[in-house]
């Protein structure tokens, strides 16, 4: 059985390091006698939620596309609310299928469809609507998935810190692009940042108790 020589205490499971002090554990894992206990949540409600957001989304790229008339413009707003709608729904399904590393998968996937959207608006020479609507509606869509998702499921109180962190650098992204002068309307971008904060209040006043508890455990306050 593995040990904590800071604790003095014995570790059972798989456990790298103690749970109560983080410390590595010496010595051979035995198997946990506690059961796992699967997350349980609501499928239909997810996927209601998830539903309803998606046409909010997509009633506003419409709008946006109205307002816009058929400039250029209007068809990047179009095309990247679809792409936001499908994000959406990615990071919402990865989340429900995998359940673990969820904010590494989200990263990628923001990462993989930014590149193809500037990519893409390069080919058609070049008006920046990738940076200014795609990239921006696809991480305010990506935040609210996170938001769907945690207000869903039961996480426990280290997946809260981390969503809180990728809702913050999703939010960032946009705003670094506002700021370099990189993006020909800034309402988009301001939008994100906005939403960014929202989710990160929204998150801590969820669980913000066990969170600071959390925080405070593992930085030894």
């Not at 792409?83 to 990263?107: D, E, Q, S």
């Amino acid at each position: 059985m593995r040990r904590c020589r800071e604790c003095s205490i014995a570790v059972e499971g798989d456990w790298t390091r103690c749970p109560l002090c983080t410390a590595p554990v010496m010595g051979d894992a035995v198997p946990s006698p506690l059961p796992t206990v699967p997350l349980t949540f609501s499928r239909h409600r997810l996927l209601r939620i998830l539903f309803l957001t998606s046409l909010v989304v997509i009633a506003g790229s419409l709008a946006a596309q109205l307002l816009l008339s058929h400039t250029p413009e209007g068809f990047g707003v179009l095309r990247s609310g679809w792409l936001g709608v499908t994000a959406m729904w990615l990071v919402v399904l990865m989340a429900v299928r995998k359940r673990r590393n969820v904010a590494k998968g989200t990263i990628y996937l923001v990462v993989l469809i930014g590149l193809v959207c500037v990519y893409w608006d390069y080919l058609t020479g070049w008006r920046a609507w990738s940076l200014t609507y795609a990239l921006p509606i696809v991480c305010a869509s990506s935040i609210a998935a996170l938001l769907i998702t945690v207000r869903a499921m039961r996480f426990e109180a280290t997946e809260h810190i981390l969503y809180s962190g990728l809702a913050a650098v999703l939010g960032l992204a946009p705003i670094v692009f506002l700021a370099f002068g990189w993006v020909t309307y800034p309402l988009p971008s301001a939008l994100c940042g906005g939403l960014s904060i929202l989710a990160l209040v929204l998150l801590q006043l969820a669980r913000g108790r066990e969170v600071r508890l959390e925080l405070a455990r593992r930085l030894h306050v």
